[in-house]
């Protein structure tokens, strides 16, 4: 293992507490944990991906992304389909061996494991985490009539810590097995990733990072000074361009740009989403889109521009959900002559940001309470949370990986929206149950139940703690 690879996974053993670990596997956890985050963008539990330690299929790793969230439970899946009516899924499947060579024998094996994983008769006995990774692609398949635009998708990374050479022959090897498992028509899309050291370095720093995109964006105007606000535009952009902000590197939508809006994406049900995709759909009438639509409200944290082009870093829509979602969704019916009123205001006033989530969620049916637990309450309960010194510490993440960037924090420590109303629900609703399986329910409560005006803190913080307390155990027995 190269030095840096080494500094690199030295560092995720203590940000992970698993310096006990051996190396090959830390490793494994390693790979589960870069694979993933180069398709989600929210804090996760890398052990809850894990599935390496005999009997695991060749297989070290299983990630099904389901609605932009990543999850491990029919129960969950259950759940989301619940409020969107609806599936978009990805498969992440991740092998990863310290070696310094890729394995022609040990990357047809691991394809060997995918493939049984999807057999309708399987014959290997499995582990319990791949197995219950199985019971939940069953299940997403006893629902396939609920596939939002098509098929599942399914990726397979194989991570090493040498340098892929793109051997003809393993290519081609390669490339026939893919299209075995396209051949099954389970899938929309297979894709094989060969991960050498360079790839495994790229996709750690792009997990420390926060997300940065660039876009051209021509047809702008700069807002004159305002007090909080470095900076801030008002213009129209093409569809197609606007697409680029909401987009990861795999192409999906970054889910965890919308984190400050009230309400997630409504579906079709909805009957302005249904108008906008009408819209959308008509030759003459997405012509006068511009016209017809409220727009979009991105806030960034840090934005440059050089001549038509921008570059926003730490960023978050907080207004048009809504129609971000349906022009992702609609993708094949964007052209040039979709354009979308959209303003850029750059700010690191947390004041300025609530202020404007506020003002903008206000032209929706948005109630008090849901406000108030959007911004306040989560400010107020980050600040409690930290005020406990060493050992008593947490870090509650306002902002999808806002402490990434940030050496010395044991990720351990830090307590994400849904963890927080996970563990407060068990232990203060009496519902462990729903914490474990129905959290699309629980997020339903926020404002009224969860989050509350008026609520303590002492609660929030007790329920934290408790759960970081589990979650060093498992660390520690692993």
Request: charged residues 20%; glycine residues 6%; contains cysteine.
């Amino acid at each position: 293992m190269d030095r840096v690879t080494k500094a690199y996974l030295d560092a995720f053993r203590a940000e992970q507490s698993v310096e006990k670990l051996s190396e090959s596997d830390a490793f494994e956890l390693f790979a589960d944990y870069c694979v993933i985050s180069d398709s989600y963008d929210d804090e996760f539990n890398v052990t809850d991906v894990h599935t390496g330690g005999g009997n695991d299929l060749g297989i070290d790793g299983i990630g099904v992304i389901v609605n932009g969230s990543l999850i491990s439970s029919e129960e969950d899946m259950e759940g989301l389909l619940k409020i969107t009516g609806s599936l978009d899924v990805t498969f992440c499947f991740i092998q990863a061996k310290t070696s310094s060579n890729f394995s022609g024998e040990q990357v047809m094996a691991f394809f060997d494991g995918v493939d049984e994983f999807f057999s309708e008769t399987p014959s290997l006995p499995v582990n319990e985490s791949v197995s219950l990774a199985r019971n939940l692609m069953q299940s997403i398949y006893d629902n396939s009539l609920k596939f939002r635009r098509s098929k599942p998708q399914c990726r397979l990374s194989y991570v090493t810590t040498g340098q892929w050479t793109s051997d003809a022959y393993l290519g081609a090897k390669a490339v026939t097995r893919v299209a075995r498992l396209k051949s099954t028509g389970l899938f929309s899309e297979v894709t094989f990733h060969p991960m050498g050291a360079d790839e495994v370095h790229a996709s750690y720093l792009r997990s420390k990072n926060s997300v940065t995109t660039e876009f051209s964006f021509p047809s702008k105007v700069l807002l004159p000074d305002i007090a909080g606000v470095s900076e801030s535009y008002l213009g129209v952009i093409s569809a197609p361009e606007f697409i680029k902000i909401l987009s990861d590197s795999a192409g999906n939508i970054r889910k965890s740009l919308f984190n400050d809006n009230v309400r997630d994406f409504q579906e079709y049900d909805n009957s302005v989403n249904a108008d906008i995709q009408r819209t959308l759909t008509d030759g003459a009438a997405k012509g006068r889109f511009v016209v017809l639509n409220n727009g979009i409200t991105i806030v960034a944290r840090e934005l440059t521009t050089t001549r038509d082009k921008v570059t926003i870093s730490d960023y978050q829509i907080v207004n048009g959900c809504q129609t971000s979602h349906v022009l992702f969704d609609q993708q094949e019916h964007l052209t040039e002559q979709v354009q979308v009123p959209l303003k850029i205001v750059a700010t690191q006033d947390e004041d300025v940001v609530n202020s404007i989530v506020t003002a903008t969620n206000r032209q929706t049916q948005v109630t008090n309470e849901d406000l108030y637990a959007l911004g306040t309450f989560a400010k107020k309960l980050e600040g409690f949370l930290s005020s406990y010194n060493n050992d008593q510490r947490l870090y509650y993440e306002r902002r999808s990986k806002q402490y990434n960037a940030v050496s010395g924090i044991k990720k351990v420590r830090i307590i994400t929206k849904s963890q927080q109303i996970r563990s407060f629900a068990a232990m203060f609703l009496d519902e462990p149950h729903r914490s474990i399986s129905y959290y699309a329910d629980l997020q339903t409560q926020v404002g009224s139940r969860i989050f509350s005006d008026g609520h303590k803190m002492d609660p929030y913080y007790v329920s934290s703690y408790a759960h970081w307390n589990s979650s060093s155990a498992t660390a520690l027995f692993r």
